[in-house]
DNA sequence: GGCAACTATGTAAATATTTACATGATTGCT
DNA sequence: AGCAATCATGTAAATATTTACATAGTTGCC
């Protein structure tokens, strides 16, 4: 898959980069929602794009002498990522959620454990839905211009907000039939 | 974190099951939008739980020579699955989504390369959220009762065609930000 | 009886990811 | 000058996942 390569090419295509630039970029606001790679995992990726003729690499000293690797992406590198950013692919079967897996399977848990644990999510999702919000309020008061990285960082932080909103929402529905039953539907409280 | 062997845990905690039932149950409709395994996963994965003593098989014959073995679930291993569900987790950081990770470099496109990706991304979206509502509305007419694997598996169905609507809201948003701009906000169409 | 689709189980190799081990420089603060 | 936080880069080992290789029986249909 590379979908680690391309996911650094297309960093390294904005900018020319460290390895450690790219790890912060992984844990930055935007990106963690939806990529994220260890910098044990970037370093050797990185000795491999060399290899592969897809980055470059000149070595700057900051402060007295601590070496810092700049990567700049090769046109071999350009056109290589193009090709993949281009390539229209097919919908992920599968999007892997360890709390969907519990929910799955919350038979097996009292009513009232169950319920700790979606009111504990949902504390926790409406939190980070609120962050990201925050976010998108002050970063994107203004819709950005087309062609620019700010466009792609705009589409995607309203998307984590539109994931955690939903996320939200659908945990409050666990809650209320566990609570509550559904609207409408008398449900059978006594097992 | 062992999640294939809590997800394997759970399924033949609630019947007994062979290797392939299990890789059946990870590509059907409801535990596929979540969770999934390849064969060559689940197998090995099985003999680690019988010599963790997890589960047991007995082999059982179909046909005239067909051995298969029918995993169970042994007293230990309810009590180490138990306590997996039951433990509180923080959520998870990433969600890692490879169209969303396209859409971030979006700017590398032209308007129209990436608005065909976007349309082509949406009919799949639409696709699968209008075939999840169809498997929502036929199976779960009514509200199945607490203490089910039904129960599990309408609240995960639930989840994934809100997970897919949102989706598909998203999509919708980036395409009119391509077409139209936002609604209200005039925006620089002309690069 | 032949064939296709499906049932059934495994291993091997490559790739991807996480956690731990390991080292050293720089910056800013007190 | 000392200290903590951060910058910076790497390897090792374990775990997780995907793709390919490999084999064989069963069921249902024509």
């Not at 929602?33 to 290899?51: C, D, G, R, T």
């Not at 700057?60 to 810092?68: A, M, N, P, Q, Y």
């Not at 939200?168 to 609570?179: A, G, R």
Request: contains cysteine; hydrophobic residues 35%; aromatic residues 12%.
């Amino acid at each position: 898959m590379r979908n680690l390569k391309y996911a650094i090419l297309g960093l390294v295509n904005r900018e020319p980069m460290t390895g450690y630039d790219i790890k912060k970029a992984f844990d930055s606001r935007g990106l963690t929602n939806f990529w994220h790679a260890e910098h044990s995992q970037i370093y050797p990726e990185m000795k491999k794009l060399v290899a592969e003729g897809l980055v470059e690499y000149e070595t700057v000293i900051r402060g007295e002498k601590l070496e810092t690797k700049l990567y700049r992406i090769t046109p071999a590198g350009k056109k290589d990522f193009h090709d993949w950013l281009r390539d229209d692919v097919e919908i992920e079967r599968t999007y892997k959620d360890v709390f969907r897996l519990r929910t799955f399977f919350n038979e097996s848990l009292s009513q009232e454990e169950y319920l700790k644990l979606l009111r504990s999510q949902l504390m926790q999702h409406r939190q980070k839905r609120d962050m990201l919000r925050f976010y998108l309020e002050t970063d994107f008061s203004t819709l950005p211009r087309f062609k620019t990285k700010q466009m792609g960082d705009y589409l995607v932080l309203d998307g984590a907000v539109r994931r955690e909103t939903t996320y939200v929402e659908w945990l409050e529905h666990c809650i209320d039939v566990f609570e509550n039953g559904t609207p409408g539907e008398p449900v059978d409280l006594i097992e």
